[in-house]
């Protein structure tokens, strides 16, 4: 049975880490794209970071030079560094795998066009003033 597991949501103060991390299954961990989406109350789902089988990354603008995503591919395990958290960073974060990933644009759409959709059951992130 495919499974991620979301760990390491929490409340922090603006300016401080955390870090998330997505166990999966080997099956969905070695063949897909995975990677991160959030969202907020009363906002759409947002992609967040990426992640695909050859190790390319991306994350969304909105976070870049503060979110960093990985893997260790001998834990099956992925991960979202978390740094210089705002506010706004506040959410519900998904872990998720498959063809999932057209907002990074269109090298994600061909490249992870593949499978079915899987995620997990989030984990909250609440930032602080």
């Known amino acids: 049975q495919v499974q991620l597991v979301e760990s390491g949501g929490g409340s922090v103060q603006a300016g401080g880490s955390l870090r998330l991390s997505c166990a999966a299954s080997?099956?969905?961990?070695?063949?897909?794209?995975v990677g991160w989406f959030r969202q907020a109350p009363g906002k759409e789902r947002e992609g967040v970071a990426a992640?695909?089988?050859?190790?390319?990354?991306i994350v969304a603008d909105s976070v870049k030079g503060r979110f960093t995503i990985s893997k260790d591919d001998a834990k099956n395990t992925l991960y979202l560094q978390m740094n210089s958290l705002k506010p706004e960073d506040t959410a519900m974060y998904y872990c998720?795998?498959?063809?999932?990933?057209?907002?990074?644009?269109?090298?994600?759409?061909?490249?992870?066009?593949?499978?079915?959709?899987?995620w997990g059951k989030g984990t909250l992130v609440t930032i602080s003033s």
């Open positions: 080997e099956y969905v961990y070695s063949g897909y794209c």
């Open positions: 998720a795998a498959g063809p999932l990933f057209s907002w990074a644009g269109s090298f994600w759409r061909v490249r992870c066009a593949y499978g079915e959709d899987y």
């Open positions: 992640i695909s089988t050859d190790s390319t990354t």
